[in-house]
DNA sequence: TCCCATTTGTGCGTATGTATC
DNA sequence: GGATACATACGCACAAATGGG
């Protein structure tokens, strides 16, 4: 097994390297974040699945580690990983979701500050819904209108 | 004009610094941005106003530029300010918004990825409202739930 | 046109702390 | 206690964009 997940690590540090241009513009924080988004867009990185460490990243792509960071920085106000320290970055499942039946009132959505953060358990990168005043996190909620009866 | 701008400055700096506490547990970033985000909140710092330079902030805090920069790049995620390159942070305006009726389908929200921020123009740290497919900036939408005729 | 000052952006490096196993 | 991995905070240098003179 262990050498299977060397083997799987390899291939993803591999490719990963190979959409990295130094003489690009966009810069290499962003190349990398991309790259890690494709990837999990495309399901190679599967939800619940650990991005390589910070560590590694770093020796593999030869970015400084702070670089590294910034990417995952991204994807994180994404909403896309988590970080569990100290444990890993992981691509994030989407919990199972709520369906709030609606037939009256005003909705909007935008970014929690850290009290209703907090508050309401929404992790970072996740917007909230705001029902008239009622607030629902934006990763575990969908309203459905329905007729009002 | 500039006597009285330097005093603005630098009463909005010490009352800042009054706030940064070196040995509490809470890491100093989240202490600045927190500080600064009372002050928006407060309507101190109103919508269009520019926040101190980051050199300005790291000089009269006495933290560290990047630890200046990321609190800020905090109050980003948030949706809290606007930074201009090269022309400073500003808090942000909340644009005109736009009522949508709705009367069926289901609604969510989330952030958008980098493509779908292109597309309709979302700065950072705003989400997006999506109903059924249609993709809508949530800084300037709201649905009103109406009854279906 | 060009230079300069200002301000944010990018990227590197280093050290130490904290949490978990 | 040690190993691992993320968190915090410092520092430095140079690039890029804008505006003023």
């Keep these: 097994v ?3 997940r060397q083997l ?5 540090i591999r490719t990963l390297v ?3 241009d130094p003489t690009s513009d966009r810069p290499m924080h962003r190349q990398l974040a991309d790259s ?5 867009a495309s399901g190679e990185l599967a939800p619940g699945a650990r991005l390589p460490s910070e560590m590694a990243l770093e020796q593999e792509t ?5 670089t590294v960071r910034r990417a995952i920085e991204i994807l994180r106000s994404e909403g896309l990983v988590d970080v ?4 890993g970055t992981f691509v994030r499942k989407r919990p199972a979701e709520t369906v709030i039946e609606v037939s009256a009132g005003t909705i909007r959505a935008r ?3 850290p009290t209703e953060r907090r508050a309401h358990g929404v992790p970072e990168g996740v917007p909230i819904l705001v029902v008239d005043e009622t607030i629902y996190p934006a990763d575990r909620t969908a309203l459905r209108i329905v007729p009002r009866d």
């Design 18 to 20: 190979g959409v990295l």
């Design 2 to 4: 262990a050498t299977l």
């Design 84 to 87: 569990r320290h100290p444990h």
């Design 62 to 66: 030869g970015l400084n580690r702070s």
């Design 36 to 40: 890690i988004r494709d990837r999990i």
């Design 111 to 113: 970014m929690p500050n």
């Design 8 to 12: 799987d690590k390899s291939t993803f």
